[in-house]
């Protein structure tokens, strides 16, 4: 995959957190962690987005079948296997 080289900017508490996550050995890089806390935002969205899109076809058909933790459930499943 190719990458973009960035430059961003942090707060200093925000700086303190990511040093704190690097001492403990999860990351070895500052973009390493970023990368990895913008997959998770991603995999977050995704997941608001389908519960979303369900909630609505549910309403828009008048009943659902599945409760709200079948749902969630689901979606948690399916995103496992899309990692």
Do not use: H
């Amino acid at each position: 995959m190719a990458m973009v080289k960035k430059s961003i900017t942090v707060t200093d508490t925000q700086d303190v957190w990511m040093q704190s996550q690097l001492e403990t050995g999860n990351y070895s890089t500052d973009s390493e962690l970023i990368r990895d806390a913008l997959r998770e935002k991603q995999m977050r969205i995704d997941e608001i987005n389908y519960i979303r899109e369900k909630l609505i076809s549910a309403e828009n058909s008048g009943y659902s079948l599945q409760t709200p933790d079948e749902i969630r459930n689901m979606v948690k499943t399916r995103l496992k296997k899309d990692v």
